[in-house]
């Protein structure tokens, strides 16, 4: 389908351009010139304040951008949403990775449809039937928390500790 689906974009895309709303200039940032020497090597970055995000005019600038791109983007906002649905249709939501042996154990992670992060568990090792184990579920750590990220997992050689 998506090969199908592919030309069809590129029309619509062309079309779309064509259509795009360029008749108010995007906001431009302040420039607000800042030294920023590091080893005696002067720079000078005029949109140093632009990373300071809980500066009101940080926020209020980006907000002016995103309005922007949507007024500009609105032709497409169609052909973007078939690209959605058919990029997120082909995603297996419920899947699992191939178990990894270690010690006697075997270690997998997999994820559930509806839930944002990855669960990682182990059974155990030669036994038919073994009940999982869950040794991390993401999702249950990020609750109440606007984004999470596990930066690095690794098992001990005991198989005791992560």
Sequence with gaps: MLSRLLPAALLMTTAAI???????????????????TVHGDKRVDDYFWL???????????LEAENAYTE????ATKPLRET???????????TDRSAPA??????????????K??????RMRRGVADAPEEVLVDLNQLAEGRA????????ISDDDHLL
């Design 18 to 36: 064509a259509a795009f709303d360029l008749s108010a200039p995007p906001p431009l940032a302040e420039k607000r010139p800042k030294d920023v």
């Design 51 to 61: 990373r300071q995000r809980n500066d009101p005019a940080v926020r209020s600038h």
């Design 71 to 74: 007024r500009v983007m609105a």
């Design 83 to 93: 690209l959605f649905k058919e990029l997120r249709g082909r995603i297996k939501e």
């Design 101 to 114: 042996p270690h010690g006697g154990w075997l270690y997998y992670s997999r994820t559930e449809e509806g």
């Design 116 to 121: 944002q992060y990855k669960i990682y568990a």
């Design 147 to 154: 984004f999470l990220a596990l930066g690095d997992y690794d």
